[in-house]
């Protein structure tokens, strides 16, 4: 996964990195120090894939910067986000691919521009022998990725699409703090696990409405009011 | 949660009932027979509700015997099941709830009577410090419950309902060695996150595709390869 040749090896040091998380902040200790000295630092590219479906994980990863995205592929091709590791976080998907558990197929790829802290397997083991702090942020960390996928388990089965797709789209524009979202219809589809042709009719319908409007490879949002009040109105 | 009025303590040896499984007959140390003393075994009857959402867990618990369901619950009372935890394994949504696992609402019952080892949570932590065995075996049985999660996000976004109808009470009916299946329509929506009508109009599909029996209460499968294929014939 991390010798590609998109990666470019960062002469940085990883504590300095490191040290803008209260959490990671928070370690200390000779075994720490240790880890993060034999700690590396790899870059990728947006867009790059990072772990692929059965392939197993040979490092344990922290996200320094940039967004991960996690998702899972259908045989014929659909694509759905599962979650997303943000800068300070654990890449649960690497620890569970270390833990060979079995039939994992999700994959990851570079959402944005990433740069990965990249540990070697014994420090990841020591660590979780001897700190309790690493240990519980570990744990801590793959309990709430198990309660994130969960929550998605509850949306997909129990929300209708249309209203995934305001919240999504509400979502992105409070997120961007824009109301103008580089998100192709392809993209939308790919984070709800939906196909694009189902995507842009829902999304003709929503610019009826006047919750958006759209051009080529743009979602304008109107309004984000808008958008969760004219979808809410449609709610049975 | 364990002090129900259906909870009655049982005076077996928690190491007698771990003993029929590798995993924790493996298990070895002062540590973990000073965490087996202190464990005590509780019954609980099929239906007690187990961990309810919000609620905090304060144990930690490896099912002994039965099945657990853990399930998600809609607003609308709609139902899916998430994962079934069976005799020898790890309560993972326990373990996530004492990691405090942000916005967890997955909610536990008891499917078949159970015996569950209940460990005191200090020998709890104590074990994840000194054992490494109990410490990969606690991250392998999240990591698995990870995985299994992710799947059924797979299911759910990528599978047609029929499909999934059918390959669950093919599974049911191989589990169960019995053509016989004893759940109700609303049983199955519970467990595939739809309404009591969509399975009844579903299964009646079934039924005239010569796929099963159905009478009040019960669903007959006439043949499990002939579900498999009937649904497979329609799949586009």
Redesign the interface.
């Known amino acids: 996964m991390l010798d590609g040749a998109c990666g470019g090896h960062d002469k940085n040091n990883p504590a300095t990195w490191l040290d803008r998380f209260p959490v990671w902040r928070a370690m200390s200790g000779d075994g720490w120090q240790r880890a993060l000295d034999a700690s590396t630092i790899v870059s990728f590219a947006a867009g790059t894939p990072l772990l692929q479906c059965g392939e197993q994980a040979e490092h344990f990863v922290i996200v320094l910067h940039g967004v991960v995205r996690v998702y899972?592929t259908?045989?014929?091709g659909?694509e759905?986000c599962?979650y997303r590791v943000r800068s300070g976080e654990i890449c649960?998907l690497t620890?569970?691919k270390l833990?060979?558990?079995?039939?994992?197929?999700?994959q990851a790829i570079a959402e944005q521009d990433v740069r990965l802290l990249i540990m070697p397997l014994e420090h990841f083991?020591r660590l979780?022998?001897t700190s309790?702090r690493f240990?519980?942020q570990?744990?801590?960390a793959?309990?709430?990725?198990?309660?994130?996928?969960?929550?998605?388990?509850?949306q997909?089965?129990?929300q209708r699409l249309d209203l995934r797709l305001a919240r999504f789209i509400a979502r992105l524009a409070r997120q961007q703090s824009s109301s103008l979202l580089k998100f192709t219809h392809q993209d939308v589809a790919n984070e709800l696990?939906?196909t694009r042709e189902v995507v842009s009719r829902l999304l003709k319908d929503l610019e009826h409405m006047g919750c958006v409007r759209l051009s080529r490879g743009n979602i304008r949002v109107v309004s984000v009011e808008a958008l969760q009040k004219g979808v809410g109105d449609k709610t049975q």
Request: hydrophobic letters at 55%; one cysteine or more.
């Open positions: 899972e259908a045989e014929s659909r759905i599962l649960v620890v569970s833990l060979k558990a079995k039939g994992l197929c999700a083991y979780m022998a309790e240990r519980l570990l744990m801590a793959m309990a709430n990725c198990l309660s994130d996928i969960m929550h998605l388990v509850s997909v089965s129990f696990g939906t």
